[in-house]
């Protein structure tokens, strides 16, 4: 199977999509298309053709995973069948919150969109919960950049920055990691706000994926490709603690 974004994010899926299926993963990093959450949504329909085509047509996979909830949102007509989209969790984080009042944390043009305000309304059909739509852009932006991992006190005054005024002013006890990039911050999340439950959609990705291509005999294997600077990436999974060769697409 194949899974893409436009940037590194996707690689917290990439874990649990090799545990449950046991078969080979390709990870096509769009860097070219760096950020999603910035484009308008004309130019999001064609980056995200353009990957499915590219994995169609280089590797012909069993099943694709569009990696990121802002095309998975915005662009729903590129999903169906064998290519699969990431969707928050927010049915999920509802019920993790003892507060009914939960979080959706995702890129600007997510965050704003009519598509994400449905999904909520889909999601919490019959629950009382309030739902927080927060622009988290700035914390995607510190896990591609890697900066996590080298200014650790400027990423948690960052998350500051961005959660705890919605959080405390509504309440809020419970989020989804509504892009793909953002479980790789759960250490400094968790440390910073410790009382908030983080929900990520993983599992529940990995586990419909499986469902379609069906579970190999193993042991799994990764490849991965990247539209530019492949040498940057491959830096990037070394800090990651990943060690991986990248490879030009």
Do not use: K, W
């Not at 070219?32 to 353009?50: H, I, K, N, Q």
């Not at 539209?227 to 991986?244: I, K, N, Q, V, Y």
Request: charged share 20%; aromatic share 4%.
């Amino acid at each position: 199977m194949a899974v893409f974004d436009s940037g590194l994010g996707s690689l917290s899926l990439v874990g649990p999509l090799m545990r449950a299926t046991r078969g080979e993963v390709i990870y096509l990093a769009d860097r070219r298309s760096y950020p999603y959450g910035a484009m308008p949504v004309r130019r999001l329909r064609e980056a995200v053709s353009r990957s499915i085509e590219t994995l169609r047509e280089g590797f012909a996979p069993d099943a694709i995973v569009v990696g990121s909830n802002t095309p998975s949102l915005l662009v729903p007509e590129a999903l169906g069948g064998r290519t699969v989209g990431v969707l928050p969790p927010v049915r999920a984080a509802a019920r993790a919150s003892r507060t009914r009042s939960v979080a959706v944390l995702a890129t600007r043009s997510a965050a704003r969109s009519g598509a994400l305000a449905r999904h909520v309304r889909q999601e919490t059909a019959g629950m009382r919960c309030d739902v927080a739509r927060i622009d988290a852009s700035a914390l995607v932006d510190i896990v591609e950049r890697t900066r996590f991992l080298t200014q650790r006190p400027r990423c948690v005054e960052a998350i500051r920055d961005t959660l705890r005024g919605p959080f405390e002013r509504r309440s809020i006890d419970a989020a989804t990691l509504s892009s793909t990039h953002l479980p790789l911050l759960r250490p400094l999340l968790r440390r910073t706000m410790p009382h908030v439950t983080f929900v990520d959609p993983a599992a529940a990705v990995a586990a419909r994926v499986a469902r379609i291509v069906g579970t190999a005999r193993g042991p799994p294997t990764l490849a991965v490709y990247a539209t530019s600077a492949p040498a940057r990436l491959e830096a990037d999974l070394a800090r990651l603690g990943m060690p991986h060769a990248v490879s030009a697409l």
